[in-house]
């Protein structure tokens, strides 16, 4: 068996840990995920209704156009149907875009401490992955980004991924940032811009701006969102890209007929039209947020204040023993050690009751696991 180094090299994804496997293994009935940014709120009520309606037709296959679908986001977005696509995740149209846009060889840029996908599909289609170093306060250095890109043309860099608000981090890139980033590698024509927006709905700071605003200005533009997190459909994968016809052109090439199944596609199109679910998981998110920043505060632990539906703070002590002492209390938290975090985890924001017991436990963790002695 012959593999290619690139493949063999991947490490397996690991998600949050599931809610069945920590009450197996640790014999509790009460368990709290609060590891994978999931809307706590559940599914849009409306979303639901339309699934259950759509439920005695699934012997056809889905609507490989995404045609009402496309309607509603264009409607709602105010962008052409022309310039909009859907995927089977925001997943897959990362994957898809590093595989339209890059040779074998060729590079991919990003941030260190930028969504893990970005790295995993660049070695997936043999793209080479590059990362520029985090500005202090954990915020991606977006001229340091742009310098790097120009200071390195062999690399032939021919995609850039900026998630804005980032995740783990939590942190944004400002819209005076945004705007001096595209005015140096937009309207380019050896490389593609990615701003992943999937935490966009969250966003309460007032000078973040969505790249959407800058779709009519540069050509080489593209903007992720996606309908797993204030939507709360993760488990039904969608995700969507607004972009130049060109890109919508060649990723309807590519993509495969029925990407998007059809509960999905009918699951998404009622969750945009829930203005009341959406409302109500913002607030959610931002009693939460406060809560929690709060209850770090009175803790001890720095935190990164953040635009996401999760905050990602320092234990200052070893985040693997502290993850093994939250699961034994049945929450669970994610560590980010694969993102070279050794002291710090990330929670997400739960129901109010979640949240507590996730603070309660934490504070009692903190009370049996020494400080982290830095070598
Ligand atoms: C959660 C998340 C996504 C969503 O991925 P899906 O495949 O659509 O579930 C995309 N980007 C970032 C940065 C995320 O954190």
């Known amino acids: 068996m012959k593999i290619s180094p690139e493949i063999l090299n991947l490490v397996p994804y690991k998600p949050g840990k599931p809610i069945s496997e920590t009450q197996r293994e640790y014999g509790l009935k009460t368990v709290y995920k609060l590891a994978s940014n999931e809307n706590p709120l559940g599914t849009s009520p409306k979303a639901l209704e339309a699934v259950r309606n759509a439920l005695d037709h699934q012997n056809l296959y889905p609507d490989p156009s995404h045609y009402e679908l496309l309607q509603t986001i264009s409607k709602l977005w105010g962008f052409p149907t022309q310039q909009l696509a859907v995927g089977n995740g925001s997943d897959e149209l990362i994957d898809l875009l590093t595989r339209i846009f890059c040779e074998p060889k060729e590079g991919v840029l990003t941030s260190v401490a930028a969504f893990n996908a970005y790295e995993v599909s660049a070695a997936a289609n043999r793209a080479t992955i590059r990362k520029v170093p985090l500005e202090p306060g954990y915020r ?29 981090t939590g942190t944004y890139a400002t819209k005076q940032e945004v705007e001096d980033f595209l005015e ?16 966009n709905e969250f966003v309460r700071a007032t000078d973040y701006v969505s790249a959407q605003n800058y779709l009519g200005k540069y050509k080489n533009l593209i903007v992720l969102r996606t309908f797993s997190k204030i939507y709360g459909l993760a488990g039904f994968r969608i995700g969507a890209m607004i972009a130049p016809t060109e890109v919508v052109e060649v990723f309807n090439r590519v993509r495969k007929p029925f990407n998007v199944n059809d509960l999905a596609q009918v699951a998404a199109n009622a969750a945009l039209q829930d203005k009341e679910f959406i409302e109500r998981s913002q607030q959610i998110c931002w009693k939460g947020l406060d809560y929690f920043y709060k209850k770090l505060e009175e803790l ?42 050794k002291t710090h985890m990330r929670v997400s924001v739960g129901l109010d009751n979640e949240n507590e017991a996730a603070m309660n436990a934490l504070a009692d963790v903190l009370k049996e696991i020494p400080l982290f002695e830095k070598q």
């Open 140 to 168: 991606f250095d977006m001229k340091g980004i742009a310098d790097y890109f120009f200071a390195h043309p062999e690399q032939n860099i021919r995609l850039i991924f900026i998630s804005n608000p980032n995740n783990p």
């Open 300 to 341: 001890g632990l720095p935190y990164i204040p953040s635009q996401g539906n999760f905050v990602m703070f320092d234990t200052l002590r070893d985040a693997a023993k502290v993850n093994e002492a939250l699961l034994r209390r049945g929450i669970i938290m994610r560590p980010i050690l694969n993102y070279g975090f």
């Open 184 to 199: 140096r590698v937009g309207n380019r024509d050896d490389v593609m811009v990615v701003f992943d927006e999937a935490y």
